[in-house]
Nanobody, 114 residues
């Protein structure tokens, strides 16, 4: 079964960190472009970060540059979004996307609150 599944969301205080994982099954994740998106309540879904198949090119939204890092974990067939210095405005459901069969995950909730 082809799917991508997100994990690692939760509640964190401002300034804290979370590590989100997107694990693929049914295909080799490292061969495809991948990205993370987020959707806050009442807002449209936005692109957070992306990574090419080889991992050599990574792009970030201006709002997360310097705080978030996207990388590949090929051993676990996953991509990982390390999020540091989290802010309340980072609160959203985070979704993983892969160009293989235009696969979207169901999302993981990140809540940044004191």
């Amino acid at each position: 079964q082809v799917q991508v599944v997100e994990s690692g969301g939760g509640l964190v205080q401002p300034g804290g960190s979370l590590r989100l994982s997107c694990t693929a099954s049914g295909f080799t994740f490292s061969k495809y472009f991948a990205s993370w998106h987020r959707q806050a309540p009442g807002k449209e879904r936005e692109l957070v970060a992306s990574i090419t198949s080889g991992g050599e090119i990574r792009r970030y939204a201006d709002s997360v540059k310097g705080r978030f890092t996207l990388s590949r974990d090929n051993f676990n067939n996953a991509v990982v979004l390390q999020m540091n210095d989290l802010k309340p405005e980072d609160t959203a459901v985070y979704y993983c996307y892969c160009t293989y069969m235009s696969s979207w995950g169901k999302g993981t909730l990140v809540t940044v609150s004191a």
